[in-house]
């Protein structure tokens, strides 16, 4: 390019365009993040910060399932850092080779989610019974983390249905379909418009906790690094704080 | 005379051959992926699991439901839109087809909306009957219904429109009123899209998976059927994902192929 | 047969609207009577046997079938029917005689003059308004393409309008097998239409419609969709069976050949109207329109005959063979023309200069175009038209002796 004077010169000149006046010599970078779908507004939150604090990075996100993530990752899609929802998921990365040394960043408790007021006066797991709830299914870890819940306290309690993520499971609430929705407290805060939390002692044997890593395959490793770090920051934990996460 | 029916073997021109083979491995390869990653030898376990047999079971009992159901109600309305002459017959047909366009998981919001336990009938049911619809076996089959009917009307409708009504006339004259001139030859001619129009709906139906775990949830036995069986496997274990969908997929297989023999084999 | 009802056959006034095209069409067919209506393609024969089918309703007019009224369209205007079109909903509104454009144009014909749907015979207190489905009129119709459901072999085909008439499985079986041996076809029964050749498959619809014993059996086209030597063949089978046929009959048909060889009357229809109407030969003798001079193959005028001649609109004179007062055809073959290359001399009272405008093989002999003051076709024998080198744009002289032109009332 250096040999032809004319082609260079485009080149700065699209080069500026593009950046709108960013300095010429930083390239644009863009880190990918795979993240638990619960973890969709506090980290576009903290994503948005990440940005202003590095220039020329833009953070792009694949919220999922944490399972679905953890197999596209094993699979080998083209990813900088992972965060799951879980443990479990966490280890299938670790075990395909595809990260070490996970650091966990949050945690997140069930609760019970009522309709606002809660009409029947739900105050514990106990109350349940006799009431049409809804849970996440067992194969996902909300619902690994209901039913642990459960056995703490020895209950056998029954769903109308076993739904396949928290975000559907909430949605039957604030549809009108349940009296109660077991959810993640961070769910039950951003819906706080239309369900009130009820804290219960025995999601305290069901904490979920939230690992996070810098993948090794990473296109942009230092800067999968720098995320990683970030997220561990004091900034970053008020976001998860205020989104209903508990830190470690 | 007899003669004239002899098929002749036609050579297929290569611009569609090419197309159809490319095509073909496109639809068929995806197959061949999941049998490739297939746990062959813990497939005898598997099946043996009564979880899967209730899914397997409950899909084929709600999908047939559900097209039974859509027979019921998809002939009469594919015939008022091909041969009904009323204002407003073309925004009907437009609004048969929106369950095929709305995201099944929106569709299944919509069926909540309507017939769930604070829904615009679902309430009153509730309070009159105290009859609850959602998760229940009877709201899929209803999820099933809602995504798989148009697919029926849609085939049905386009075999009406080209069925000849001259033989109808011809019926008629015969001394045929209008409901046995539908039954006996109407019904008759357009059996072959009757019948494609039912395996399209039985299939979709079958497969169905957002309406039914937003309208019916998911509850073993009850609503969960063997798509949302695979979809929660798929959480934890792909493999048992794979070979649940394998399952359903050769049961259809063994389905559609047994009833294509057995109705499609008239000239 | 129905015991009940008087055996008068077919009584039917049929007017049909449909946009700018009328039907109007009066026909009486006797019980073992078959009448042809003739007629080129879109003169509305077929909607004449629609109507009579209850296929499609009348707009005025009345269809009575053994003295029962089978259609009368309601025109007292108290309710509209919805096959009526604008026009004859005006017409209805002011009081059934009105000003809508078809009441001139029936005024002129001198059809009606008074309650159009009022015949002469019929009593003053009859039904004002019926309308009997096709289902239930003993009417049997063979269509054009037959129309066999391809779904039923031959013999439930045949058993079909028996069973929608109430007779049981097993009879209408038989009886259907019964008519497919009485039109040869006892070893087709277990074939479907789509196994049955033209002439098979015609018979099959015409045993299917004279099962269900009609008091009136319509053709359409019935030998149309055949091959010219099936056709020879059905067409006498077919006549058989007319024959035998005790119900009236209608045979619509734009063959000639068909409609004489067939019928024992003819009606021709042009236009949604009855232009003429006979037994074959007093049609083909005295044709009154150009098409069915055309179909009889004759050359055929109109003018005014005075004495021994007829004056042509164009102010041609025809010298005719006997004399002729007023309104008058003529009409030649065109055989009877001479061509030559000069002015003839001698006996033929009638030549003239004429252009030759086509020339076409036609049989055996030569058929020629002409125009010129009398437009006229000519058969010569290859041997002349060799000789006169007959060409497109040529001139000759034509000739037709007085005694070839047949004169005749209009």
Known sequence: ?248 | MPAQRTRRRRRVPAALLAPAVLGLAFLILPLAGLLIRAPWAELPARLAEPEMLAALRLSLVTATSATALSLFFGVPIAWLLARGDFPGRSLLRALVTVPLVLPPVVGGVALLLVFGRSGLIGAWLHERFDVTIPFTTTAVVLAMTFVSMPFLIVSVEGSLRGADARFEEAAATLGAGRWTVFTHVTLPMIAPGVLAGAVLCWARALGEFGATITFAGNFPGRTQTMPLAVYLALQTDLEAAIVLSLLLLAVSVVVLASLRDRWTAAP | ?410
């Open chain 1, 1 to 248: 390019m250096r040999a032809k004077p004319i082609l260079a010169t485009a080149a700065i000149a699209l080069a500026t365009l593009t950046a709108c006046g960013g300095d010429d010599a930083e390239e644009e970078v863009t880190l990918t993040v795979f993240a638990a779908a619960s973890l969709t507004e506090s980290f576009t939150e903290i994503g948005e910060l990440f940005e202003a604090e590095n220039e020329g990075v833009t953070v792009e996100f694949n919220f999922a399932g944490s399972s679905d993530l953890a197999a596209q990752i094993t699979e080998g899609a083209p990813a900088d850092v992972f965060a799951s929802a879980d443990e479990a998921n966490m280890e299938k990365a670790v075990e395909a080779g595809a990260a070490v040394d996970p650091e966990t960043f949050a945690l997140n408790q069930l609760v019970i989610a009522v309709p606002e007021g809660n009409p029947d006066g739900v105050t514990g797991l106990a109350d349940l019974a006799g009431l049409d709830f809804a849970a996440c299914a067992e194969e996902v870890p909300c619902g690994t983390a209901t039913q642990t819940a459960f056995d703490a306290g020895e209950l056998e309690l029954t769903p109308v249905t076993f739904e396949p993520d928290v975000k559907s499971t909430l949605q039957k609430l604030t549809l009108g379909e349940v009296d109660a929705a077991l959810v993640y407290r961070t769910d039950a805060i951003a819906a706080q418009d239309e369900v009130d939390a009820v804290e219960f002692p025995e999601s305290a044997e069901a904490v979920n906790t939230y690992p996070i890593v810098a993948l090794e395959e990473a296109p942009n490793a230092d800067l999968a690094a720098a995320f990683t770090a970030y997220i561990l920051s004091e900034d970053a934990q008020a976001v998860l704080e205020a989104a209903g996460f508990q830190q470690p």
């Open chain 3, 1 to 410: 047969m129905n015991t009940e009802s008087p055996n008068t056959g077919l009584d039917a006034h049929l007017v049909v609207d449909r946009g700018e095209f009328r039907l109007d069409l009066r026909l009486r067919v006797a019980p073992g009577e078959t009448v042809a209506l003739l007629g080129p393609n879109g003169a509305g024969k077929t909607t004449a046997l629609r109507a009579l089918a209850g296929l499609e309703s009348l707009s005025a007019g009345r269809i009575a079938l053994n003295g029962t009224l089978l259609d009368r369209p309601k025109n007292g205007g108290e309710i509209d029917r919805a096959e009526l079109g604008p026009e004859n909903q005006n017409r209805s509104a002011a009081t059934g005689r009105g000003t809508g454009p078809n009441t001139a144009a029936r005024r002129r014909s001198g059809a009606l003059n008074t309650d159009p749907n009022r015949e002469p015979g019929e009593p003053a207190d009859g039904p004002r308004y019926r309308w009997v489905p096709p289902e239930h009129r003993r009417i049997g119709v063979v269509f054009q393409d037959y129309l066999l459901f391809p779904h039923l072999n031959a013999l439930d085909n045949v058993a079909f309008g028996p069973r929608r008439r109430g007779t049981g499985r097993a009879e209408a079986r038989s009886l259907a097998a019964d008519w497919l041996a009485r039109v040869g076809l006892s070893d087709f029964t277990r074939r479907r239409p789509a196994q049955l050749s033209g002439g098979q498959a015609q018979r099959v619809a015409l045993a299917r419609a004279l099962a269900t014993d009609p008091a009136l059996l319509l053709l359409d086209e019935p030998l149309a969709a055949l091959d010219a030597r099936t056709r020879l063949d059905t067409r006498v089978e077919l006549h058989r069976h007319l024959a035998g046929h005790s119900g009236a009959a209608v045979l619509v048909t734009h063959d000639p050949v068909d409609a004489l060889m067939l019928a024992d009357r003819l009606v021709v229809v042009e236009d949604g109207r009855a232009v003429q109407e006979g037994d074959g030969e007093s049609i083909t003798a005295r044709p009154r329109t150009d098409y069915i001079a055309r179909l009889v193959g004759l050359n055929l005028y109109r003018g005014r005959g005075s004495g021994s001649a007829v004056r042509l609109p164009s102010g041609t004179t025809l010298q005719t063979g006997e004399p002729l007062e007023g309104e008058a055809f003529a009409a030649f073959a065109p055989s009877a023309v001479s061509l030559f290359r000069e002015r003839p001399d001698g006996s033929p009272r009638n030549t003239w200069r004429a252009t030759v405008s086509g020339v076409h093989r036609h049989g055996d002999h030569i058929r020629v175009q002409l125009e010129g003051p009398l437009r006229a076709a000519a058969d010569v024998t290859p041997a002349a038209a060799a000789h006169l080198r007959l060409e497109p744009g040529q001139t000759v002289w034509a000739a037709v002796k007085a005694s070839e032109i047949r004169s005749y009332p209009a």
